[in-house]
Nanobody, 124 residues
Framework: QVQLVESGGGLVQAGGSLRLSCAAS????????MGWFRQPPGKEREFVAA????????VYSDSVKGRFTISRDNAKSTVYLQMNSLRPEDTAVYYC?????????????????WGQGTQVTVSS
């Protein structure tokens, strides 16, 4: 089992940047593929980005491709989401999640463990 704690959310103006962190504890972090999801107000939770166990394979949703970067530091048991050129439509609660799969997973159902979420608000 793994516990996940997100941090780094906040209020930022459109065009600005934030870096989210997700610290893991428990079972060996490198055993998990990791993902970021977000849930905008009144909407379903949606996929943002994923990274495999080694960090060499990543995948992004079309809406964030070219603006967001997912990375991980297995020595620190942490996954990151660098968010640049933020837009008001990026406003959401952002969640990190862990999957036992060796692949990058884009569906919510593929993840077993979830953090509590961190709020990101982008003002226009």
């Amino acid at each position: 089992q793994v516990q996940l704690v997100e941090s780094g959310g906040g209020l930022v103006q459109a065009g600005g940047s934030l870096r989210l962190s997700c610290a893991a504890s428990g079972r060996t972090f490198s055993s998990y593929s990791m993902g970021w999801f977000r849930q905008p107000p009144g909407k379903e939770r949606e996929f943002v980005a994923a990274i495999n166990r080694s960090g060499y394979s990543t995948v992004y949703s079309d809406s964030v491709k070219g603006r967001f970067t997912i990375s991980r530091d297995n020595a620190k048991s942490t996954v990151y989401l660098q968010m640049n050129s933020l837009r008001p439509e990026d406003t959401a609660v952002y969640y990190c999640a862990a999957s036992v799969s060796i692949f990058t997973i884009t569906s919510k159902e593929g993840y077993t463990y979830w953090g509590q979420g961190t709020q990101v608000t982008v003002s226009s």
